[in-house]
Every structure is written in structure tokens, then in C-alpha cells.
């Protein structure tokens, strides 16, 4: 099979920085009135799984050229970055990738982290996206460097299945080991975040449903999405969240409670006789960008301000560029006040194809 080459980085797609009209606003809200309380940074662009909804192999070869290690946001500006969003609003700080837990000595950019307080004393949440491949022999030390919990993507619980998805021959009995050890070690709730592709593994559903099902983690269900240019997208692959609510309502009876916080992405129901609560992620067919709190750092410090972006504004040329965190500060409530992103909301037939930025490179 021939690859394609897609770039991760195109120097054409960065915005220019908007205007600096006065001191930064605490805290920022944007053209619509939303408020920024949610950051996720990638550290990584690599990957040692290749799923077909995020990075399919025949893109990403053994020969795909990934960012030099000199390109890539050190953990001294992630943290210094990280600081100045939180003097602008910030309460919740995800780290992603790629597979995060292949940057070399994460656990210490999670020290450096976990000590940023908030404006009222208290830690920011942080938290953390894996693939679980190396969560077993991690999640200690995570835990013990100060992270508060993990999200785990698991999207079957077969192997034949499962590994359709990863494309990596990982078998999914070492994913339930990390989830395993991420509980063991006090990483929880585990949310358990399972993509739902037409024709591929929508019979897991219910085996999923029935396995953590009074095992006090969260699983959910999420729509398979248009991001990026690489994962072939269609709409008829799309299983509406409804349908599966139906589905495991006919099995299992449950009922809609209410979010946990403003601008939740998931929409909660728990089940009826007490034994947890499920999730699901509407991304395509009913759509949460009016109450939508979250940017994004790429994993060389590009700043998006919605996961379906075309472009994004470069931060690591402020960080590098002698910039003081005051004027870093302004920049960030410059971009966020002129954000008006609500895509899920204007999705078309012609939105659909455009190439967007790669969920690989700045996480789900």
C-alpha cells in the first residue's frame, strides 16, 4: 500500500496573532459569551497505535516524518504556558498526544504541573488521554507525581475487533490491565472513551455496557468524528448517540441525569439500579459548541481554539521570542475573544472535507 504524506504542520495555516487592545480581561470569554476553563495540551505527535479514526497506518508509515525533539514545546514552556492560561481561567488541564505516556519522563512535566494553583489556593485538575499501552507499569508513578485521574480509549473488548480499530496487534487484554492498575493506583473514576464506527464495532456496544457496569469507572460513547483530513470520514459511518442510548436502554434501563459542570462535553445517564453511569459524546448529531470552554496546544505550541480548526496561532514563537508572561497573557485573551468556533453546529456537506488539523496532533 503507497502512503500519503499529510503534513501535520503547514507554516501557511498559522493565523496571525489578533491585536493587543488593552490588558487581558480575567476571565476571557469569547465572541459568544463562552468562558476559558479548559486547556489540553499535546505533548507528543507519535503514536504506537494506529486507529483508523485518528491515525491510519497508510498515512502514518514507519517513515512518517514526526517533529524534531528541538521543535516540540519543552516542559519548562508547557509549564510556564500552562501558568499564564490559568491566570486567565483556566481550572482543568488535559494532557494528550499522540500517546502522552510516550514522552520521555512524563511524570516529571506532571510534577511541574500539579504544583500550578489556582486563584483560590486549590490545584488545577489535571488530567490525562491514553491508549493504556503502558499504563500498568505507569500509573504509580503518575499518581504519585500528582495526577488526578485518567481517560482510556478502548473501543472493543474482543481482540479481532479491537485491534481493527488500533491496527497495532495490541491486544485489549493489556488495556484492561492499565485500567486495572490506573484504579489500583487511584487514577479514578477511569473514563473509558469508546469510538462507535458503523459496520466496525458497533456490536460491541453492549458487551462494553455490561463489562464496566458497576465497575465505577465511565464509559462513553462517542460519534465517530470528521477531524483531521486522514481518517475518511463519512456520515453514513456515524451511529447516532440516540441509537445507542436506545440500545442499551432496551437491556438496561437508565435515565439522563445532569452534567457535572457547565460546558460538559459528555451527556450523562446513570443506570436505573444504581450501579454507575454511562456518557455519551454527540460530536456530529447534536452538536455542544455554544457551551464549549476549550483550547488546545499542539504538541509545538500552536494554540487552537476548537478541535475541527483549519489553523492555528503560534505560542512557541511568543514563549521563544523573549515575550514577558504579561504579554503572553494578552495574546491569549486577544485570541480567545475574537473565537466565534462552533462547527459541530454549521456542519455541512462542504464543511466536511475541509482539511482541519489532525486530532493525533492536538487531541481529542
Same mark, same amino acid.
Given at each position: 500500500m503507497t502512503e500519503r504524506v499529510i503534513a501535520l504542520v503547514d507554516a501557511g495555516r498559522h493565523k496571525p496573532l489578533p491585536p493587543v487592545t488593552g490588558p487581558a480581561a480575567s476571565p476571557a470569554q469569547d465572541r459568544l459569551g463562552r468562558a476559558l476553563r479548559d486547556l489540553r495540551i499535546s505533548v507528543t505527535d507519535r503514536c504506537n497505535f494506529r486507529c483508523v479514526y485518528c491515525m491510519p497506518k497508510e498515512v502514518f508509515g514507519k517513515d512518517y516524518p514526526y517533529l524534531a525533539h528541538s521543535e516540540l514545546l519543552s516542559f519548562e514552556e508547557i509549564t510556564r504556558l500552562a501558568k499564564i492560561f490559568v491566570d486567565q481561567g483556566i481550572e482543568k488541564i488535559r494532557l494528550t498526544g499522540g500517546e502522552p505516556l510516550l514522552r520521555r519522563n512524563i511524570e516529571r512535566l506532571i510534577e511541574m504541573l500539579a504544583a500550578i494553583s489556582l486563584p483560590n489556593g486549590e490545584s488545577v485538575e489535571l488530567t490525562l488521554t491514553t491508549n493504556?499501552?503502558?499504563?500498568? #507499569? #505507569?500509573? +504509580?508513578?503518575?499518581k504519585d507525581a500528582g495526577l488526578a485521574r485518567v481517560t482510556v480509549s478502548l473501543d472493543a473488548l474482543d481482540d479481532p475487533t479491537f485491534m481493527a480499530m488500533n491496527d497495532a496487534d495490541f491486544p485489549v487484554a493489556k488495556v484492561l490491565a492499565g485500567i486495572d492498575a490506573a484504579d489500583a493506583a487511584g487514577l479514578a473514576p477511569v473514563k473509558i472513551n469508546m469510538v462507535v464506527k458503523r459496520g466496525v464495532n458497533e456490536h460491541s456496544i453492549l458487551p462494553m455496557a455490561r463489562r464496566f457496569k458497576g465497575s465505577g469507572h465511565v464509559l462513553r460513547f462517542i460519534e465517530f468524528m470528521d477531524v483531521g483530513a486522514t481518517n475518511g470520514w463519512r456520515m453514513d459511518d456515524v451511529i447516532a448517540s440516540r441509537e445507542i442510548i436506545r440500545m442499551l436502554s432496551e437491556h438496561m434501563p437508565i435515565e439522563p441525569i445532569d452534567p457535572n459542570y457547565p460546558g460538559e462535553v459528555a451527556e450523562r445517564w +446513570?443506570? +436505573?439500579?444504581?450501579s454507575g *453511569?454511562?456518557?455519551?459524546i454527540s460530536s456530529v448529531t447534536q452538536a455542544f459548541c455554544r457551551s464549549c470552554t476549550r483550547a488546545r496546544i499542539s504538541t509545538e505550541g500552536m494554540l487552537y481554539t476548537c478541535l475541527f480548526a483549519t489553523a492555528g496561532y503560534d505560542f512557541r514563537d511568543l514563549l521563544r521570542g523573549g515575550k514577558s508572561d504579561a504579554e503572553i497573557r494578552a495574546a491569549i485573551a486577544a485570541v480567545w475573544s475574537v473565537r466565534d468556533d462552533r462547527y459541530s453546529e454549521i456542519r455541512s456537506? *462542504?464543511?466536511?472535507?475541509? +482539511? #482541519?488539523?489532525e486530532m493525533s496532533y492536538i487531541g481529542g
Open positions: 493504556a499501552s503502558l499504563l500498568a #507499569k #505507569k500509573a +504509580r508513578a503518575l +446513570r443506570y +436505573r439500579d444504581g *453511569e454511562i456518557g455519551v456537506a *462542504e464543511t466536511a472535507p475541509q +482539511r #482541519k488539523i
